[in-house]
């Protein structure tokens, strides 16, 4: 796993990319959990987003993810303190990581998107900033 890209990006998100094999019979994505800031505690896919529908749209206030493109595309906005910047997601190999503290929202998703996101904790609804406003504040 390698960073791609830190700049523009707040902080504590930056462009990751895993390890990739290509040959005639297609693409594979792979990473483990020692290339990773974090130990994986939950995998999570998003798929089926219906037209103009957003996901996301929080900050979490210990958990870090990693969100990659599976199939298809989206644009991620993401945002802290010290900046904010939306990125268009298409190549599975490269993934967002977003640490705690920091507003993450995907939307535009193409009709066949897969986002799957790699979390360092399990789900806590008390974990979760909803709203971007108290986001801002905080």
């Known amino acids: 796993m390698d960073v791609v890209d830190k700049s523009g ?5 930056k462009l990751i990319k895993v390890g990739t094999a290509i040959d005639k019979r297609g693409q594979l994505c792979f990473t483990e959990n020692a290339e ?16 103009g529908e957003s996901r996301g749209c929080h ?3 210990i958990c870090a993810e990693i969100v990659f493109p599976a199939q298809g595309s989206f644009d ?7 900046g ?3 990125y268009k997601m298409a190549d599975p ?5 977003i640490g705690p503290n920091v507003w993450c929202e995907l939307k535009n998703f193409s009709q066949d998107a897969v986002c799957v996101v790699l979390a360092s904790h399990r ?3 008390e974990g979760y900033v909803n709203d971007y ?3 801002k504040r905080l």
């Open 9 to 13: 990006l707040p902080e504590c998100a």
């Open 76 to 82: 991620m906005f993401v945002s802290d303190s010290e």
């Open 59 to 61: 900050a979490h206030r």
């Open 133 to 135: 406003e108290e986001f």
């Open 84 to 86: 904010e910047r939306t």
């Open 36 to 51: 990773l800031p974090f130990k994986i505690e939950r995998v999570f896919w998003i798929s089926n987003i219906p037209k």
């Open 93 to 97: 190999s490269i993934g967002i990581y």
């Open 123 to 125: 789900y806590m609804t």
